[in-house]
């Protein structure tokens, strides 16, 4: 298939991705535009494990009120530079985060802080609700269910409010992609009238 300029041009405005990187993609997927959006998504996902190890010393602390005004949430994402920490894509990015942990509530910022405690409890729990089902399944079904408990109190594992086809963690990969930096989501406190901070 021939690969047109516009088609280029196109993937281009909805990734944000290099032209060359889109007409690769392109090709890749025989034209097909959600498939060569996959492929740059992977690809973000492969930049973001490259760019792990580097140090965060700049970013933001965002802050998004509910209109309510019963609901606030205030969150700290690095980057590596400035210069991306005032960019506009960074500054979305901090926003849209900040509008969705309000949305959903989670309770940790990845898997790895939820406490060993709190999971083997719940790991407890589904065992004992699913315990008349075969050893040789029963595995599984908790696996499958704990992973499901991570994309309800994992900010990172959950999927995105305003796009539910991919997660915060591929929208966090987005960006390092586009950037060229390391972002992390370092920390995020929401309040709600009359409740306490989890």
Known sequence: ???TA????KLRE????PMMDCKKALEESNGDLE????????????????????????GVI?????????????LEVNCETDFVARSEDFKQFVKNVSMH?????PSYVSREEVPG????REKNVLKESVKNKPDNVLEKIVQGK??????EVCLVDQPFVKDDKITIKDYLNELIGKTGENILIRRFVRLQLGEDIK
């Open 6 to 9: 516009d088609l280029v041009k």
């Open 62 to 74: 965002g802050s998004y009120i509910h209109s309510n005004n019963k609901i606030g949430v205030l």
């Open 146 to 151: 704990i992973e499901k408990f991570y994309s």
């Open 14 to 17: 909805k990734t944000n991705a």
């Open 117 to 120: 405690h709190i999971l083997e």
């Open 1 to 3: 298939m021939v690969i």
């Open 101 to 105: 942990i309000a949305a959903t509530s």
């Open 35 to 58: 498939t060569a959006i996959d492929i740059l998504r992977k690809r973000g996902q492969v930049v973001a494990l490259k760019k792990a190890g580097r140090c965060t010393k700049e």
